[in-house]
Every structure is written in structure tokens, then in C-alpha cells.
């Protein structure tokens, strides 16, 4: 009775796999290191090509447990679960479950019963009409800390032509806002506070048939107002959903973090045409003006798309003039692949490879730039830092007596900081949140120290 689970992907999945973890410690099961684990769970992403070939290599790697020990056996879940099916059972005898986005909730069960019964396999792969609601199982939750993530919505309408995340996640389907609210209370109440709202698309939350009335700013203000909850943030948007009503949230909610996720793609209107991302660079732009009127130190990342088909050297310069205007504090960024069944991958031309790798070199280049900009300009400020864990890099030049801790600003910046209280507070201090002054910003990170006691 014991697992061990390997995520790839999303936040979605990361905040999937951390609910499977705890359903199956409240069915016995213990979580174990590999090589130790009966039974290995993969958690996949198919958004993109890479991810999908790392989970045949995962496999391949797992088979030799199996293989010395025929009572091992192996779970796929997720987008490429959802994707490729039952086929799993004839590349790799030892997995015994396929399950997908909407199947998750009977894994455990699963897991349970395949135990029990060796020559069984399940496949759990149909979408439900439904949102299912999945229990708490709060006597299994102590290592939530400071932070939790809820999911609101489950699938997305949009089809963009690139995507292949409607076809394995299913139609968008919306929570009711009584049984987010009431995961946000129960969280709240065992120590959490900060929460992160999850969905493909949450600003279109409630616009589907499952909706109760309630939209996603009037959602916004019901979370950030429940009582124990510090910070609230949400991803991931899509802009031509975006509303004026949760842009207006930003400057009237004190628990929303001053940061968003915004993913652009590309900044060549002809391009986000082809994608059918249903906005264009003005409409986009706009958005960023919006949001930093009722928000000015508001942080924005992006996701961006390079060597989309038929894209150009003069879209790509599109691309990164955009970025530069908008001064994005960190992106995702990726070469474009063919995704099964959607529709760009049958458009033509294809852009050469090489040409890919060279422009995603150029915009990244551009991106620790903007990325230097942003963190220079934190030096001197304090801000609110919620304590993560003692932190792997130490500054002896900021504290010769202190020990590092982790933690995240408002705007989702890492910060190390240098805390008196910190051998002293143990593990007790992950959750809290203390003031900290920026004194140093490095690449990916700031550094400070605490000021006060946390809180």
C-alpha cells in the first residue's frame, strides 16, 4: 500500500496529484521514494510534444520495478492518459489504470481495488456531464501550509487552433460558487492564507451551462473575503474574457496579489488571427493599460508561442516589440509543435527548426532583460513576504548570524531573506508572513531581510 507519484504539466495537475496524494493517505496508503513504491502514478500533460515523450521515458524507466517485482504496477492519468487510452496496456504490460481530467475523483477507489485484484485493469476516460466535487479528506491535509489551491472549472470552449486541451479535458464546466466557497472556508480555518483559484480559462467562470449566477469577479470578492484568507490569486486567463469587472478587482480587493498570468502567444495580429485567439494586440494592450490604472505595481507574466505555422521574421518582431512595450516580468515560452487534431496542425507553412530555436534564443534573451528590469526595480521596497521553507542558498554578506528563508512577494517573486527568528522558528514559521526589505535582486530571485516578527 504505498505510491509514488511523478507530475508533469500544469498547476492544475500539480493541484490534481496533491489531492491524490492525500486520498490515497486517508485509504492507508503511505507515499514512498522510487524504487520503494507498489505503485507509481504519472500525472501527464499532452499541451505540448516534449512533455508527452517524457512520460514514454518515465515509463521505460519505471518497467524495471515492475519487472523485478511483478506486484508493481503503474497509473496514467492526465492529458496524455485522456489522449492515448487503453493503448497504454499494450506498450506497457504494467500499466493497469488509464484515467483522465473528470476521472481522477475514482482513482483512488482504483488504485485500491487493483491492489486486490492483480489481473484487473481499469480505464477511467469518459467526461462527465457534470463538475465533480472531490472531498477534502482534511485528515490528510497537514502539509498544506500557508498555501492551497482550489479549482473552479474543469475543461475549456475555446479551441484554439494550437490547442489540444478542450479535446483532452473536455468542454468547460463550472464549479458551483457554494462548494468553492465552502473549500475556501475549510481551508481557511485549518491555517491557510493565501489561495490560488484554478481553471483553463477562469475568467469565464460561470458562462456555461453549469453556471449559479455568479461570475468570476463577483467569485474574486467572495474568496477574498473569507475570513483568515491573506492573498488571493488565479490563473490561468484568457483576455478576450477577460472584464472590466475583475480587471476594476485589482484595485479594490486588498487579498488580490498585485500579479497575473496573461498569456499573449504572439504580438502579430495576423498571427493571433491563425491561432483563433479571438483578440488582437490593441485589444491586449489595452488590458495592460487598464489593469496598471487601478494597479500600477501590478507584475504580469505571459505564455508565448514562437514559429507558429506561417509565422514570419516581421511577426516575430511583432512579438518582441510587444514585450518590450509591456515590460512582462517572466514568460513561458516554447517552440510551436503539432498537436494531434487540432486544427494547426495541418496549416502550412511550417517553420524550419532551426529558425524555431533561434527565435525562441532572441525572445528569451529579450525576456531576462525584462526579467533584470523588473527585480532591479523591487531594491529598496518592503513588501509582504508569505515563509515557504528555509531556503537552499544561504547570504552570508546579508546576515553572517541568520539563516535563509524562501517565500513569495505579492507579485509571485521568489525571495530569499535572511531571518534571526529563523533557528529558532523551525518549520513552525512556513505560512507566516513577515515584512522584508529588498536588498539585492539576482536572475530568477530577490534577496532581503525580515523586518519585524512574522505574523
Keep these: 500500500m504505498s505510491y509514488h507519484i511523478v507530475t508533469f504539466g500544469c498547476q492544475m495537475n500539480v493541484n490534481d496529484s496533491a489531492w491524490l496524494g492525500r486520498a490515497l493517505r486517508a485509504r ?19 499541451v505540448r510534444e516534449k512533455p508527452e515523450q517524457k512520460v514514454y521515458s518515465e515509463l521505460g524507466r519505471l518497467q524495471r520495478y515492475w519487472e523485478n517485482d511483478p506486484q508493481v504496477f503503474a497509473a496514467v492519468g492526465g492529458c496524455v ?48 456531464e457534470e463538475p465533480i466535487e472531490r472531498p477534502l479528506h482534511a485528515e490528510a491535509a497537514t502539509d498544506l501550509g ?41 481551508l481557511a480555518e485549518r491555517g491557510v492564507r493565501e489561495i490560488t483559484l484554478l481553471g ?11 453556471g449559479d449566477g455568479v461570475g468570476f469577479a463577483e467569485l474574486l470578492g467572495a474568496v477574498a473575503s473569507v475570513q483568515g484568507v491573506e492573498r488571493v490569486r488565479f490563473t490561468t486567463s484568457h483576455p478576450k474574457d477577460i472584464s472590466d469587472a475583475a480587471i476594476a478587482a485589482f484595485g479594490q480587493l486588498d487579498a488580490l496579489c498585485p500579479a497575473l498570468h496573461l498569456p499573449l502567444q504572439s504580438g ?13 494586440t490593441a485589444r491586449y494592450l489595452d488590458i495592460v493599460r487598464k489593469l496598471r490604472a487601478v494597479r500600477p505595481d501590478i507584475a504580469l507574466t505571459t505564455d508565448l508561442i514562437v514559429g507558429f505555422p506561417g509565422e514570419t521574421e516581421e511577426d516575430f518582431q511583432a512579438t518582441l516589440a510587444v514585450m518590450e512595450e509591456i515590460g512582462f516580468s517572466s514568460s513561458f515560452s516554447f517552440q510551436y509543435s503539432d498537436r494531434p487534431g487540432v486544427r494547426a496542425a495541418s496549416m502550412k507553412p511550417k517553420v524550419e527548426a532551426e529558425i524555431k530555436a533561434e527565435r525562441l534564443t532572441r525572445l528569451q534573451a529579450l525576456q531576462d532583460e525584462l526579467t533584470q528590469r523588473a527585480y532591479r526595480a ?58 522584508a526589505e529588498i536588498l539585492e535582486a539576482k536572475k530568477h530571485s530577490l534577496w532581503g531581510k525580515a523586518i519585524g516578527e512574522p505574523w
Design 28 to 46: 492507508g496508503f503511505a507515499a514512498a521514494e522510487a524504487g520503494q513504491a507498489r505503485v507509481y502514478i504519472l500525472n501527464t500533460c499532452s
Design 200 to 210: 483553463q480559462n477562469v475568467n469565464a467562470y460561470g458562462r456555461d451551462a453549469h
Design 378 to 435: 523591487a531594491v529598496g521596497r518592503r513588501v509582504a513576504v508569505l515563509l515557504e521553507g528555509v531556503s537552499k542558498k544561504q547570504n552570508v554578506a546579508l546576515d553572517a548570524l541568520a539563516l535563509s528563508w524562501r517565500g513569495r512577494d505579492g507579485q509571485g517573486r521568489v525571495v530569499n531573506l535572511a531571518m534571526q527568528a529563523g533557528r529558532a522558528g523551525g518549520a513552525q514559521l512556513a505560512g507566516k508572513l513577515v515584512t
Design 81 to 128: 492518459a485522456q489522449q492515448i487510452g487503453a493503448a497504454f496496456w499494450e506498450r506497457f504490460p504494467f500499466v493497469r489504470l488509464v484515467f483522465g481530467a473528470d476521472g481522477i475523483a475514482m482513482a483512488p477507489q482504483a488504485i485500491e481495488r487493483l491492489c486486490r485484484e492483480p489481473a484487473l485493469r481499469i480505464s477511467l476516460l469518459d467526461f462527465s
Design 268 to 280: 502579430s495580429d495576423r498571427i493571433l488571427a491563425a491561432m483563433g485567439r479571438g483578440y488582437d
Design 146 to 186: 500557508g498555501q492551497a489551491y482550489v479549482t473552479i472549472m474543469q475543461g475549456c470552449d475555446n479551441y484554439c487552433a494550437y490547442c489540444i486541451v478542450p479535446y483532452v479535458r473536455g468542454k468547460q464546466k463550472s464549479r458551483a460558487s457554494v462548494a468553492v466557497l465552502a473549500e475556501c472556508r475549510a
